[in-house]
């Protein structure tokens, strides 16, 4: 019996040497990790060098067609009054009609913006994905801190059975099933560690950090108390709502652009002739060069693909309106959802409240009932399977909450 004290005192002081270590690890911010992931995040990355190849494309499109030149020679010289042509050369520019440059350069720059969007979305994503995880990290290092609370109850029953076998009021099959219970708990916590690395692991991933970095998690978090408002729509400046008003926008910029590319086109040139000096007459201006100034038009007359082009664009402007008017709804169906098991939370929260307060005071009534000598174990192990029950449900309760939260701040804020 002696020896059993000592081993269950050796435990208890390597317990609390572990959680005075815990506690003095610095425990990270969630704000720290948002902000450190929106700086090294590669989905959010990928996004900014999107947008800025999107952008780039404007400066892409302010240009104008190539420069034509050719140079001919004339195998067999054509006599001309002043002199045999020789060779000829050639320089042709042609000219968009006026505006469509620009028109070219609003729609890149719409596209661009609509990319843009794509930024913003990606950072709501990572720090959804961020605090929910780190919620989970919250919830799973209370539930442990919960079970180790249990386990150490368990062990002072066990030494109160051990206690009670050598007065004759207790077996030793109630040491036995207070042993199993505890072999439960210690179970429980070995898995709990396991699914924190786990998670730990994804958070660190999303930071674009070895896997293995630890993350401690702070440790204060409560249920709030305050009344809960009902939201009851998504705000038409949400990113994934707002980057189809810039598709939109950007199918009637191809519009306008495509009204310009059915103008005609105008060029400019010169040809210059090298004519040869004749050597049997004296001629005025022989040998003179000829320089052709010239101006051409280049019209589209078949141009079904212009026609085509619009009726395109009509099609993807309703379709896009479609497509928005799906997304708000989805989205519309997710924070209802958010909002109700966000309130949901709260009443089990309550709930649990008060079966561990009652859970409690059957606690205290078994630890008297042991004062007077009388102690049944198998309400102990029942006492304690629902104390437990309730802790755990107290804390999914919290964790549930502020998931739901940032469910809802990423479609409301």
Known sequence: MKKYKKQ???IYVITFCVLGCLESLKAQDLGQLIEMGLQQN????????????ASEKVNEVQVIPNTEFSVGYFATALETRTGAQKMKASVVQMLPWFGSITARENYAASLADAQYESIAIAQRKLVMDLSQNYYELWSNISQQRVLQEQLEILKRYEILA?????????????????????NDILEDIAILKQDYL???????????????????????????TDEVLELDEITNLHPELLQYDKLYESVEQSDLLN???????????????AIEERQDLEIVHSGDDIFVPMVSVSIPIFNSKYKSKSVQNKIQKEAYKLQKQDKKNSLTGI??????????????????????????NAQDILL??????????????DIETLQLK????????IKSYYKQQTVINYLTQ
Request: hydrophobic share 40%; glycine share 4%; net charge neutral.
């Open 8 to 10: 269950l005192l050796k």
């Open 42 to 53: 590669t989905g959010v990355k990928q996004a900014d060098l999107q947008y800025k190849l």
């Open 162 to 182: 051990l206690t009670s076998i050598e007065v004759g009021q207790a077996s030793a099959v109630d040491v036995l099933k207070l042993q199993m219970r505890e």
């Open 198 to 224: 786990a998670v730990q692991s994804q958070i660190n991933l999303d930071l674009n950090r070895d896997k293995s970095n630890p993350i401690i998690v702070k440790p204060d978090l409560e249920m709030p």
């Open 259 to 273: 009204q310009k590319e059915r103008a005609p086109m105008i060029g400019f040139g010169l040809d210059y002739i």
């Open 335 to 360: 924070l209802d959802v958010a909002v109700k098991q966000r309130n949901s939370a709260q009443i089990s929260f309550v709930t649990q409240t008060k079966n561990l307060e009652q859970a409690k």
């Open 368 to 381: 008297k009932s042991y004062e007077t000598g009388m102690i049944d174990f198998d309400d102990v192990l």
């Open 390 to 397: 309730y802790e755990i449900n107290r804390i999914a309760s």
